[in-house]
């Protein structure tokens, strides 16, 4: 029997083209790995966790299990736009920052606003000697928790205790006194 020549432009197959992904996609000044879904994505933007991630692409109107890369940019826009709002999508008991200290409003940060209202809240407290700014400054627990036996660093504290079966150590006997 005889085999039939091989036709190579009828058997090459074509590899389905993929789509354009950006691997990063930046909102809000913070890099966003493109490859994660939507809803995860945005995550990685402080003071965005996973309700007010659902809240954020609900509002955009994106579907929450796309790949971030693979949106449309009229979509990542309308993301954009939505999470630069903030807080003005969510309700007043899911904000960050309820009853602020300078405008008494209820509001949510996010990104770098979120860091440098937590480092100015320290630095205040730590102004005005307030236990809890005391605590932080010192590096101890500001919450309530024990500090006997956790949160050590450094030298180990407590008390050291003899090696079992050891030989005790004899003292040479003193020479009596000379008679």
Do not use: C
Not at 23 to 50: E, P, S
Not at 124 to 138: A, N, P, T, V
């Amino acid at each position: 029997m005889a085999e039939a020549p091989k036709d190579k432009k009828a058997k090459s197959k074509q590899a389905p083209q993929e789509e354009e992904i950006l691997h990063i996609v930046r909102i809000l000044n913070t890099d966003l790995d493109g490859h994660k879904q939507v809803q995860m994505a945005i995550t990685g933007i402080n003071g965005v966790g996973r309700r007010a991630a659902m809240i954020f692409v609900n509002k955009a109107g994106v579907d929450p299990h796309a790949i971030l890369g693979k949106l449309p940019e009229a979509k990542i826009n309308d993301l954009k736009a939505v999470v630069e709002v903030g807080g003005g999508n969510m309700p007043p008991w899911m904000r960050n920052r309820r009853k602020d200290i300078g405008t008494g409003d209820d509001r949510h940060m996010l990104g770098m606003d979120l860091t440098l209202i937590n480092r100015e809240d320290l630095d205040l407290m730590k102004k005005m000697r307030s236990y809890k700014g005391i605590r932080h400054e010192r590096g101890l627990r500001v919450r309530g928790q024990r500090t006997r036996s956790t949160g050590r660093t450094g030298a180990i504290v407590g008390v050291s205790r003899k090696k079992e079966g050891a030989a005790p150590v004899a003292k040479p006997a003193a020479a009596p006194a000379g008679k």
